[in-house]
């Protein structure tokens, strides 16, 4: 999945390959809302861990990923 995560104050989204499912990703935006620590972690396809404050947190998008596309068919 692809999730890209806008933070407030931020100039730039933070983008995110990430091999959890969209259920999943969806369940930790809402525990990150509505939880007392409010922090949401990710974890991309590398291992990395991502962790964003809840509270800066100004919009979320969750799309699938799409594959390459290689060589000059695609135009």
């Known amino acids: 999945m692809e999730v890209k995560i806008g933070v407030q104050y931020a ?4 983008v995110i390959e990430s ?3 969209h259920a999943e990703i969806e369940q930790a935006v809402a525990k990150a809302l509505g939880g007392s620590p409010g922090v949401l972690t990710l974890v991309d396809e590398n291992g990395r861990r991502v962790m964003v404050p809840g509270d800066k947190l100004a919009y979320i998008e969750i799309a699938e990923s ?10």
């Open 11 to 14: 100039a730039r989204e933070l």
């Open 19 to 21: 091999s959890q499912s």
């Open 66 to 75: 799409e594959s390459r596309r290689v060589g000059f068919g695609g135009l």
